[in-house]
């Protein structure tokens, strides 16, 4: 794969930090970016070439663009859109203003990143757009709505430009994770703390017994068919280096179920079943 080159988002932990490693131990020259500069240094120090890139700040994504292809003589092989947080809480307790951020991260800046690297990618004649979702992106869980609506957009958009592409040189690909050990808990925390007002929620029992006990768990065992980052990497290879790659990936059992689920079983069904977890 020498000279093969990759743009991945989120790469300052878990998902996007082993598919930056692993896919430059094989030979892919790799642009790992993270919303802090920190990270970025810690990154370069650790081999990678890195620089800022938070799509939140859309100059931040001009200018991460322009220095791949500033770097590369304006060619891109493959994009690996990664980088997503959560917010949890109930639905009716979400301010707009999180909803907007959220969205922002989740979904507006992984299409303006598209938009911006695509025109490259068709103008040589190749080119693969992978965007990591979740199981989430196709069933819905309780206290996960403004993540769940983030990737359920995701993936209309994501499978619209795959039709739009079908005709074109450049891939369309889906990576739908489902319970992977990575450190969106603790970042989760963060945003809680910032845009929930729990205690003046009309569920505020229901926080104090389900969702913040969750939320805030301090063991480490794992969630139910949880997997180590590198499980997403191996279906990332996959896409990449495949002649011909798959326009979805499921990675976990929990996701393979979900899927499966969602094809056999009526609404009323799926809700009665994911009102229990």
């Given at each position: 794969m020498t000279g093969k080159t990759i743009l991945i988002t989120g790469c300052s932990s878990g998902i996007g930090y082993d598919a930056?490693?692993?896919l430059h131990k094989r030979g892919w020259r790799v642009f790992a970016t993270c919303r802090n500069l920190k990270d970025c240094k810690r990154l370069r120090d650790e081999g990678l070439e890195s620089f800022r890139l938070d799509y939140e700040d859309e100059a931040s994504i001009k200018r991460a663009v322009k220095e791949v292809f500033k770097r590369t003589g304006g060619t891109l092989d493959a994009l690996y859109n990664n980088g997503a947080y959560a917010i949890p809480a109930f639905t009716q307790d979400y301010p707009r203003d999180a909803l907007r951020a959220i969205f922002e991260a989740n979904f507006f800046g992984y299409f303006d990143l598209i938009n911006q690297v695509l025109p490259a990618m068709l103008k040589q004649g190749h080119g693969r757009i992978i965007n990591c979702s979740s199981v989430l992106g196709m069933t819905a869980?309780?206290?996960?709505?403004?993540?769940n609506a983030t990737k359920f957009a995701m993936e209309g958009l994501t499978d619209t430009l795959r039709l739009e592409m079908r005709d074109q040189p450049v891939d369309i690909i889906l990576v739908e994770p489902g319970p992977i050990t990575t450190d969106i808990r603790q970042n989760a925390q963060k945003q809680f703390e910032k845009?929930?007002?729990?205690?003046?929620?009309?569920g505020r029992k229901a926080y104090e017994s389900t969702l913040i006990p969750r939320l805030y768990a301090t063991d480490t065992k794992p969630d139910t068919g949880e997997l180590p980052s590198e499980a997403v990497t191996k279906k990332l290879i996959h896409a990449l280096e495949s002649p011909r790659p798959r326009p979805r990936y499921y990675v976990t059992t929990p996701t393979y179920v979900a899927g499966f689920l969602k094809r056999i079983l009526s609404t009323r069904a799926l809700d009665y079943l994911y009102s229990r977890v």
């Open positions: 930056a490693h692993t869980m309780k206290g996960r709505g403004a993540y845009w929930i007002d729990w205690e003046a929620s009309l």
